[in-house]
C-alpha cells in the first residue's frame, strides 16, 4: 500500500474547491437551508419539548430496523435537541441564581 500523496495545493484553495463542490451537489444548499429552519425551530421549543424530542430522537436510534444511512440524522437531531435542553437549563441556573443575589436575606429571629 503506497503512502498517500501530498497536496500542493493552499489550504485556501482546497477550502474553495470544497465549497464549490458542494454547491454543484444537487440539493446540497436545500438541506442545508432546511436545517438552518429546523435549527431555528428547535431554538423555540420549551425544555419539556425538547426534551421529549430528545427521547424520541433516541429511541429511534436505539430502533432495530434502523437503517445505517438515517444514523446519523438521527444523532444530530438529538444532539441539537440535548444541547437545547442544557441551554435552556443554564438559562434558568443563572437566572435563579441572580434572583437569589439581589433577593435580601431572611432575617433570623427565634419566636
Not at 470544497?18 to 431554538?43: F, H, L, M, N, Y
Not at 430496523?65 to 441539537?80: F, I, N, P, Q
Request: aromatic residues 4%; glycine residues 2%; negative net charge.
Amino acid at each position: 500500500m503506497s503512502p498517500p500523496r501530498k497536496s500542493n495545493r493552499s489550504p485556501e484553495s482546497e477550502s474553495k474547491e470544497s465549497s464549490a463542490e458542494q454547491k454543484r451537489i444537487p440539493g446540497r444548499t436545500q438541506a442545508t437551508d432546511q436545517d438552518q429552519e429546523w435549527q431555528a425551530d428547535v431554538a423555540r421549543l420549551s425544555f419539556q419539548e425538547a426534551r421529549t424530542a430528545l427521547e424520541l430522537s433516541l429511541g429511534q436510534l436505539q430502533a432495530a430496523d434502523l437503517e445505517v444511512e438515517a444514523m446519523a440524522g438521527h444523532y444530530r437531531r438529538a444532539l441539537t435537541y440535548l444541547e437545547h435542553c442544557e441551554s435552556v437549563l443554564t438559562q434558568v441556573e443563572q437566572e435563579v441564581i441572580e434572583w437569589d443575589q439581589d433577593r435580601p436575606a431572611p432575617s433570623r429571629t427565634k419566636p
